[in-house]
């Protein structure tokens, strides 16, 4: 893996104030730690570090490192704070590494070939998109090639069947799934509605009498007793 170079400035202060103002003059806040060193406060050139960083797939990029124009150090970038909005580094950690030892990395997964199973439809779901590893840094990869070219519908690619380069050794499960291909889900096509006939209720037709309410009785006179 090519080094790229970067210089750093030694920082006395810290905290927010101190970070704005470093941001306003073009650099970002950074630390530099490992090998049993304490963290050392630093700041770097906003715009060579991004250059340093720029191409790589991701941020597993070995930098010597140059503080006060003082030998320079070989580091990786550990961790970094970016931008929400427009992803500009705002932090950065950097990490002293030993070349002779190996380092754990997350490294991402990039598809290659074209999946028999999508002429027929199939779906090719990429799953699993980076993978930890163990290596030297000097050969620390770019990203890991995960072959799909014989996968048909149905079938799973998993970590066991990567072929890696030399060196490289995986720190995940061989059985982890990296991609598959599946089936197309069919739309189920839906149903007219039925229209759902009310029944007709029917009610018992009321008698004359009762339609016009009950006749009233028709009281008759009654006869006047005669005189005697």
Request: with cysteine.
């Amino acid at each position: 893996m090519e080094r790229q170079q970067l210089s750093a400035t030694p920082r006395e202060k810290t905290g927010k104030g101190v970070a704005r103002k470093l941001r306003a003059q073009g650099a970002i806040p950074a630390v530099l730690y490992g090998q049993g060193q304490s963290a050392v406060p630093l700041a770097v050139n906003l715009r060579d570090f991004t250059k340093a960083l720029s191409g790589a797939k991701s941020v597993n990029v070995l930098l010597d490192l140059a503080v006060e124009g003082k030998e320079k150090i070989p580091v990786m970038v550990k961790d970094y704070q970016a931008h929400v909005i427009d992803r500009h580094f705002l932090h950065v950690d950097f990490l002293k590494i030993d070349l002779t030892k190996k380092v754990s990395v997350d490294v991402p997964v990039q598809l290659v070939g074209k999946a028999p199973g999508t002429k027929e439809g199939g779906i090719l779901e990429h799953i699993t998109r980076t993978l930890k590893i163990d290596c030297l840094p000097t050969a620390i990869p770019q990203f890991l090639e995960a072959d799909v070219s014989a996968l048909n519908i149905g079938d799973n690619l998993h970590v066991h069947d990567l072929k890696l380069p030399e060196g490289i050794e995986l720190a995940e499960a061989g059985d982890l799934t990296i991609a598959a291909v599946v089936a197309p889900v069919e739309e189920v096509a839906a149903t007219p509605e039925t229209e759902v006939v009310q029944p007709e209720v029917l009610t018992e037709k009321k008698p004359a009498a009762e339609e016009g309410g009950e006749k009233k009785e028709e009281k008759k006179p009654e006869k006047k007793a005669e005189k005697k």
